[in-house]
């Protein structure tokens, strides 16, 4: 068996892949759950208003994670295009993380306050308005369908379990806040609020 290596033998791929793997685990996932509370105390990261929860679902089942990411490297001509990158601080509240792996589009990090809500719902109506060569796809029916709030309580609850710091009085709320806004209404708060906890864009 020491005469061959892993191009040759299962075996051997099997147990350098699971050396390999352990030793990122040791060296990346490990430590973070030592330095938690650090994390969390070094954070600028708020959590976000009933709506803007409302606005990331909506995010999330229209699939717009599949085009844009939102983790800016701390690479130079990302940093020129995108604005400040991304750090580990910034996602304690992001339950999923929505970092992506694609980018069809712009990366989002930072967008909040880049547009106006106008050029959004223009845009979100139909990307070739205001982006003649736009290949992003439209999404006339957000503006046609309203939200009851019926779940914003709940999801705030749970987002409550996993360590987000709402208060009774928030949580209370939260229906009353979504309720009759547009799902558009709710996505645009939350594209306006991306990257502005962060303080000064660099
Ligand atoms: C098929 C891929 C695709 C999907 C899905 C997609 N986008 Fe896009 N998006 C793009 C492309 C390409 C651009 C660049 C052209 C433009 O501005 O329209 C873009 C641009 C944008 C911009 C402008 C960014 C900037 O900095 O100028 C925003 C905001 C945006 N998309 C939001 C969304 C939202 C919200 C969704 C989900 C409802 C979504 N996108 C879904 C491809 C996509």
Redesign the pocket.
């Known amino acids: 068996m020491l005469n061959k290596d892993f191009t040759q033998s299962v075996l051997i791929l099997i147990i350098s892949t699971v050396i390999v793997a352990s030793f990122s685990f040791l060296v990346w996932v490990l430590p973070a759950f030592f330095y938690q509370d650090k994390l969390i105390a070094e954070s600028s990261a708020k959590p976000l208003t009933a709506l803007e929860v409302e606005g990331r679902d909506?995010?999330i089942s229209?699939?717009?994670h599949?085009?844009?990411t939102m983790m800016v490297r701390p690479l130079d001509a990302e940093v020129k295009r995108y604005g400040r990158y991304s750090r580990e601080s910034d996602d304690i509240y992001e339950f999923p993380n929505l970092w992506g792996s694609k980018r069809?589009?712009?990366d989002?990090t930072n967008?909040g306050r880049?547009?106006s809500d106008q050029w959004?719902a223009i845009?979100?109506n139909n990307?070739r308005h205001?982006?003649p060569t736009?290949?992003?796809?439209a999404?006339p029916w957000l503006f046609e369908q309203v939200l009851d709030g019926e779940d914003a309580e709940a999801k705030l609850k749970a987002l409550r379990t996993l360590g987000v710091p709402y208060n009774d009085r928030e949580i209370q709320q939260a229906r009353l806040a979504v309720k009759g806004s547009t799902k558009a209404e709710a996505?645009i708060a939350y594209?306006q609020s991306l990257g502005q906890d962060q303080g000064v864009q660099q």
Request: aromatic share 10%.
């Open positions: 909506i995010y229209e699939g717009c599949t085009c844009h069809t589009g712009p989002l967008l880049k547009y959004h845009h979100l990307p205001v982006v736009s290949i992003m796809p999404y996505l594209l």
